[in-house]
C-alpha cells in the first residue's frame, strides 16, 4: 500500500449498490457461512442513529474498495446518566486488497473525522487482534458492560 495511491470520501446515495456488494463480498463465509452484512448496512442507513456525516467509502483507482460507518449510541451509567458515545461497522475491505495496511489507514482516517466532529469514544464488537493497533482495548478495561450480558461471561469480543 501506498499512502497516496487511495482516496477516502464519503458514500453518496449513487454508491449505495456497489458498497452493499463490497460489503458482502468482503464478509462472506469469514465468521459463518455466507453473511448478513451487506443487508445490515442497507438497513442501517435508514436509522435514525446513522451518522451521514460518518459514512465512508474507500477508493483506488477508481474502484471502491472498502466502507465504514458509525452509528449514534449511548452508554447507561449504573447512577441513571448516559453518555452519548457511537458505535461503528461493518467495516470491510475487498478480499483481493486485505492485509495490505487499506482497513488500518480506513479506520484511523474515519476515526480522527469521528474525534473532530467531538465523540469521546466508539464502542463495538470486533478483533482486538486487527483493532489493538488502532488504539483499541477490551471494554471491561473502562469499566463498561455489553447490555444483557452476564457479568462473568467472556466479553472479550468488546472494544472500545
Ligand atoms: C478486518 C478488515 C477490515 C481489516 O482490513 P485489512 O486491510 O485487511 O487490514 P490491514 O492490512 O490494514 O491490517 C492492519 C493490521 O491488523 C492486522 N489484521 C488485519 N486483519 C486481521 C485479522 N483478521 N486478524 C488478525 N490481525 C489482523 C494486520 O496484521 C495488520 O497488522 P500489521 O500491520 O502489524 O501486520 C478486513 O480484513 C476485512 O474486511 N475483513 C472481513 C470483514 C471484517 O471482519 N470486518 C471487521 C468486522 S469487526
Redesign the pocket.
Known amino acids: 500500500?501506498n499512502k497516496n495511491d487511495y482516496t477516502i470520501r464519503l458514500e453518496e446515495k449513487n454508491d449505495y449498490g456497489a458498497v452493499e456488494n463490497l460489503?458482502r463480498e468482503?464478509?462472506w463465509n469469514?465468521?459463518r457461512p455466507g453473511c448478513s452484512?451487506h443487508y445490515v448496512i442497507h438497513v442501517l442507513r435508514n436509522d435514525p442513529a446513522f451518522v451521514p456525516e460518518l459514512d465512508f467509502v474507500m477508493e483506488l483507482d477508481g474502484k471502491l474498495i472498502?466502507q465504514?460507518m458509525f452509528m449514534k449510541t449511548v452508554i447507561d451509567a449504573d447512577d441513571g446518566r448516559t453518555t452519548d458515545v457511537l458505535t461503528m461497522?461493518?467495516?470491510?475491505?475487498?478480499?483481493e486488497?486485505?492485509?495490505?495496511?487499506?482497513?488500518?489507514?480506513?479506520?484511523d482516517y474515519t476515526l480522527e473525522k469521528a474525534a473532530e466532529m467531538g465523540f469521546g469514544a466508539v464502542l463495538?464488537?470486533?478483533?482486538i487482534?486487527?483493532?489493538s493497533?488502532?488504539g483499541f482495548d477490551y471494554s471491561n478495561k473502562f469499566g463498561i458492560r455489553y447490555h444483557d450480558l452476564p457479568e462473568d461471561a467472556d466479553s472479550s469480543f468488546f472494544l472500545c
Open positions: 500500500m460489503v468482503s464478509f469469514v465468521y452484512e472498502g465504514n461497522g461493518p467495516i470491510g475491505i475487498i478480499p486488497m486485505k492485509r495490505k495496511g487499506y482497513g488500518k489507514a480506513l479506520l463495538f464488537e470486533g478483533n487482534a486487527f483493532y493497533k488502532s
